[in-house]
Structure formats: structure tokens, C-alpha cells
């Protein structure tokens, strides 16, 4: 007899597109015969068994909506052995053969643990960092970034209008990702992540120096959260090294909200789909994964022990032509 009911939750900083996750693995895990449960507020649902039997209609009206239905946390009361097993212990109570958990790599670290305790698990990569080792994209990644482009964007606006330069942080932990990719769309003239050792002086006064001297008036500089480099400092001392009037904004959790794009919508159903298959197939311990754009999964423990990639080719285009 196959496994009878499973259960899903979102854990960790939300991201653009978990609701349309939560929404495949309902539906799915619905058409295979399976009942679903959805958990409150990440693992502190499993703590409390705050559930919600889920059918075909509490799903209905998500698939565009950012944030999550389900409620997300940071559970330090499940990161501990008694947590995890009075955890484990609440799923059994309550039937849960079967537990999707759409988060990162803190969240499947949590999957890890319950697995091991007697939960078969699956992760499916939900973050808008884009910072899963052993995956190319993460739920919520387009988004955000599309959200901070348009957001720097108007930036850009009031920077030409008063010959200034911005300094604008966005999110992404220690990835540096979104700052990347951002940047290049911006036409960045720098661009500081984590991944990438920098110098201010030549990379960045220099070079505003220099490409003021042939021409151009206003400048846009983006750093990653990662990149240990504070945006008001970077501002005032780009300031006082250049005598360019500089403004540093953060752009903050704007980037974790918004409606998701399709692209989010449909890597989100394809990965919510494809764990409800590896847990009717009598997997565990595994996490969804998007390698050269397919779907495909990996063990948990060996997935967290990967290195992340960087784009380094992507980078040298950047320093290339944001001039
Ligand atoms: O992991 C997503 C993320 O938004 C990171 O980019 C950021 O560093 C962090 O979460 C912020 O966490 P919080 O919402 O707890 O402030």
C-alpha cells in the first residue's frame, strides 16, 4: 500500500512563487489518492501539529500571489534533538507519512534531521537567494530580481536628473546572485558580491573618475548584503574620494514580495510536482533540483555538502561593459 498522506510546509524567508508550490504539491499529491495536510508557520507547525487538512479548492486563487498561505518561520525550538523528535513524534500522531518542506538550505538541513528521526522528507528549493549548491535556480530568484531591477530602475531616474551616484544594496545572504544579475540589467557601473574579491579604490573611485572623464554624469553601483560592504560608508566615502554626490539606498524585503513571475509559477509547479512523485515512489532524504533546466533530485546530505558555483564568466562581462 503506497504512502496515504503527506504533508507541506514553507519554511524560512518566504519567496515569490512557494503558493504556487504549495499548490502543485496539493493538487498533486491530491490526484496520486493522497490526503494533504498543509503546516502552519514552517516547523513550529509540527511542534504545535498547527495543520490544515488541504483539498482542491484551499489552493484555488495562489498562483499569483507572493508571500506564503501556508505562513513561514525560523524555528529555533526545532533545531535541537527534542525538537525534531517531538516533531517526528507529532507527525506519527497525526498520520503524516510524508512531509514536502519548500524552503533553504537552513529548511532542508530541518528535512535532514527529521528524515533520520523517521519522517521521509523532500526538499524543494524556495528562496529568493538563489543559493542552493546543488541547483541552478531557486523559487522566487526571478522575481526578486526582477523586483530590484525595476526598482533601481526609478533609482536611475532621480540619479541622471541630479548627476549623482547610488549605491544600492540588495538581498541575497552570502550569494551573490542577485547583486550579479541586477547589475548587469541595471548597466551597473560596478557591481560588489561576496564571490569576488574587490578594491574601492580601483574598482570603484577610479573608475568614476575615469568614466567621468570621458563622459558620463551619473552612476549606479550595486552590492550584495554579502558583499561586507556597508552602502551608506560606500556612499559617503565614494563622496569624499570623487566629490560625486552620492545616495545609498537599501532596497530590503521589497524584493521578497510581489506577485511571482511565470517563471517562478512554473519551475514551482514542476518542483512541487516532481516531491510528491519522489515520496509516492518511496524516497526520502531527497531535494528537487533544476540542473541544465531539468528537474532532477539529489540526497539532502550530500546536496548541502556541494559548493555553490559562481558565475565568473558572467562577471568578467559585466566588468567588460559597464563603462
Ligand atoms: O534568505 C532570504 C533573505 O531575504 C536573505 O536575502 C536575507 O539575508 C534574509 O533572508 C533576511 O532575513 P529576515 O527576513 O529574517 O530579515
Redesign the pocket.
Known sequence: MGIKRIAVLTS??D?PGMNAAVRSVVRTGLSSGMEVLGVHRGYNGLLNCDTVEMNLRSVSDIIHTGGTVLYTA?SPEFNSAEGVQLAADNCRKMGIEGLIVIG?DGSFRGARDLTQAGIPCVGVPG???NDIACSEYTIGYDTAMNTAMEMVDRLRDTTESHNRCSVVEV???RCGDIALNTGIAVGAMAILVPEQPYDLERDIYKRMQYTQSIGKRHFIIVVA?GADCPVEELAKEIQRNTGIESRATILG?V??GGSPTLRDRVVATQMGYHAVKLLEEGKSNRVVAMQNSQIVDFDITQALQMPRDFDADLYQIALKVSI
Do not use: K, V
Open positions: 524560512g524567508g519567496a525560523r533553504g528562496t529568493i537567494d538581498m541575497g545572504r548584503e524585503h524584493q521578497r
